[in-house]
């Protein structure tokens, strides 16, 4: 036992000498001169532009689809039908009952014609009373004539003036009355129409029918989805950024996009929105970006990666981040040194000072 304890202390100055002569050895490296270009990272879904769920707003049993996936369509092509018939037949009847309010209110047998009728002939009765009234009236101020003749033409005239102010007072309040029932009607006829496309939706835009979620047969709740709908050329690439990253992203950044469905190929695309609120499930925020130059095809839910472009310096003075001690020094022979850095990538850090192009740096994890 005392043998094997004297080698293990004759092994252990040779095991340090060597250490040592390796760290005598380490070599030294200089910051270099590139390019470089610091981006955020973001997952990328395509999505359709304008893209949107089309649902519907009452219960009822699917009819029929009226247009197939990958259909296009135009805005206000009708996509399905729900089986409902009592709105259709409220419908109807709000329809005849418009037709004979307008009917009673502009047509040829309407109540209004005939009073109309009726004042012409008061009219003209009145006219004939009230002359032959002024005309007693004169001879009855001349003493000519009896006075029971001159009280007989006022009373004519009186009583055709107030028959003749009488039937244009009701001519008036007919017409608002029968106004007011065309008028009414007419709502009534618009709001069971609104009711009634509410069984059959229609698209709102120009594109393609990218789903249909519901086989004729089934039953449709309220505010259940139905289809999907979106443009059929414009395509809208999804990012979702992380919450430590989203306040260096700006609308205007190109992004570089690759596919998983286009393998090593790089797509640019440029952010035009940024969304405000924040997923809390992931905790990230939306971000949406157009190509400048989109692949030949896409589809929905194809997937990727993102790098956001936050800035980009030419001819800057970079070393590896694994050099960079803490947040602003590097190991130099001479030992530790605070430095200025700037823009980082995945492996390197530009220096904005503190050091030059002819440094020595030492790694400081040997």
């Known amino acids: 036992m005392s043998i094997k304890r004297t080698r293990v202390l004759y092994l252990l100055p040779a095991v340090l000498f060597l250490n040592l002569a390796c760290a005598d050895k380490e070599e030294a490296i200089t910051p270099t001169l590139q390019d470089i270009t610091e981006s955020v990272y973001a997952s990328v879904t395509i999505q359709p532009d304008s893209m949107y769920q089309v649902h519907a707003a009452v219960t009822g049993i699917l009819e029929r689809n009226l247009?197939?996936?990958?259909?296009?369509?135009?805005?206000?092509?009708?996509?399905?039908?729900?089986?409902?018939?009592?709105?259709?037949?409220?419908?109807q009847n709000a329809r005849l009952r418009l037709e004979l309010a307008t009917t009673n209110y502009t047509g040829e047998n309407s109540p209004l014609k005939d009073l109309a009728a009726q004042i012409r002939t008061a009219e003209l009765t009145f006219r004939d009373d009230s002359v032959n009234f002024r005309r007693q009236e004169k001879l009855w101020s001349q003493q000519i004539g009896s006075k029971a003749a001159y009280e007989t033409r006022e009373l004519a005239y009186l009583r055709s003036g107030n028959?003749?102010?009488?039937?244009?007072?009701?001519y008036q309040r007919m017409e608002n009355e029968l106004r007011n029932q065309m008028e009414q009607a007419r709502n009534s006829y618009a709001s069971s129409r609104a009711s009634s496309d509410e069984f059959t939706p229609r698209s709102t835009i120009n594109g393609k029918v990218y789903a249909l979620y519901k086989e004729p047969g089934e039953v449709v709740m309220p505010n259940e989805p139905l289809a999907m709908i979106g443009s059929s050329d414009t395509f809208v690439?999804?990012?979702l950024v992380d919450e430590v990253d989203v306040v260096r992203v700006k609308t205007g950044q190109t992004a570089l996009i690759s596919l998983d469905a286009y393998g090593d190929r790089v797509f640019e695309a440029v952010v035009f929105k940024i969304y405000p609120q924040k997923d809390e499930r992931n905790q990230t925020f939306r971000v949406e970006a157009h190509f400048k130059a989109p692949p030949e095809t896409l589809y929905p839910g194809l997937s990727g990666e993102?790098?956001?472009?936050?800035?980009?310096?030419?001819?800057?003075?970079?070393?590896?981040?694994?050099?960079?001690?803490?947040?602003?020094?590097?190991?130099?022979?001479?030992?530790?040194?605070?430095?200025?850095?700037?823009?980082?990538?995945?492996?390197?850090?530009?220096?904005?000072?503190?050091?030059?192009?002819?440094?020595?740096?030492?790694?400081?994890?040997?």
Request: glycine fraction near 8%.
């Open 67 to 91: 247009a197939e996936e990958g259909q296009m369509v135009s805005a206000g092509t009708v996509l399905l039908r729900v089986t409902d018939r009592s709105p259709e037949l409220t419908a």
């Open 163 to 170: 028959q003749l102010a009488q039937l244009r007072s009701e």
């Open 237 to 239: 690439a999804e990012m």
């Open 306 to 366: 993102a790098n956001i472009v936050i800035a980009r310096r030419e001819g800057a003075l970079t070393i590896p981040r694994s050099y960079l001690v803490g947040k602003d020094s590097v190991l130099t022979p001479d030992g530790l040194r605070k430095v200025t850095t700037g823009l980082q990538t995945l492996d390197r850090i530009e220096i904005s000072s503190g050091l030059d192009a002819g440094s020595q740096l030492l790694n400081p994890a040997k």
